[in-house]
């Protein structure tokens, strides 16, 4: 077994017990045992509790990521990356909601992942083609998370199995992001990020993880 696939195991046990008895009650032992894995490469690789929902973070960032063939415009290739993680994150479903559902009251986990979400979707956007960089891209950024967590939102509580209402809800905030610059399309385009305060779910994004966030990607 490989590492990436010790880490899948280790994950995808965790996410389970999470769905079985409350994220609360996991623990990486507890997940290795479930998994079958030795517990001094588990204790390795996963020091903290935390460490699995960054790992599977970055399982979604490399899903998302591993075709780089993605055509058409900026907004098309950020639809179809973002739903690429939210691909991942389906597998995981009811463990990734107990998860959320425990957020408000972990306001360190909730810190951690939010930092880890932004470094997330600074990674979607240049594979986009959004220019993240300057004062200009940690504004697109940011704006990025926003759409990320209403979308994710959205996703918590979609029950149908082809995601309908989650996709609606990213192509609506898709649409409002680039009503405020998301996608500009020349110089003058950066003006329009003076009216970013207008723009909903970005004043209270809390860094991206604060009411639900994680990363994943789409075979």
């Known amino acids: 077994m490989d590492n990436d696939d010790f880490d899948t195991a280790l994950v995808s046990a965790a996410l389970t017990l999470a769905q079985d008895r409350g994220w609360s009650s996991v623990t990486v032992l507890a997940a290795a045992r479930e998994a079958g894995l030795p517990l001094p490469e588990a204790r390795r690789r996963f020091p903290l509790k ?15 990521l591993a075709d780089d063939m993605l055509c058409g415009a900026v907004r098309e290739r950020l639809f179809d990356l973002l739903m690429r993680r939210l691909d991942v994150f389906q597998q995981y479903r009811g463990g990734l909601q107990s998860v959320l559902r425990t957020l408000p009251m972990d306001p360190a986990l909730t810190l951690l992942l939010g930092g880890a979400t ?5 990674w979607m956007a240049d594979a986009a083609g959004v220019n993240a960089n300057g004062v200009l891209g940690f504004v697109r950024v940011n704006m990025l998370v926003a759409v990320w967590t209403h979308t994710l939102r959205v996703w918590e509580k979609d029950e149908s199995p082809d995601m309908g209402s989650t996709m609606a ?15 500009p399309t020349g110089a003058d ?15 209270d ?7 639900g966030t994680i990363s994943a990607p789409r075979d």
């Open 50 to 64: 935390a460490s699995i929902l960054l790992r599977l973070g970055r399982l979604a960032d490399d899903v998302a």
């Open 118 to 122: 932004v470094e997330s979707m600074r």
């Open 169 to 183: 809800a990213l192509d609506q905030a898709l649409d409002k992001a680039g009503r405020f610059g998301l996608f």
């Open 189 to 203: 385009a950066d003006t329009q990020l003076d009216g970013l305060a207008d723009l909903d779910d970005v004043a």
């Open 205 to 211: 994004m809390d860094t991206g993880f604060t009411q």
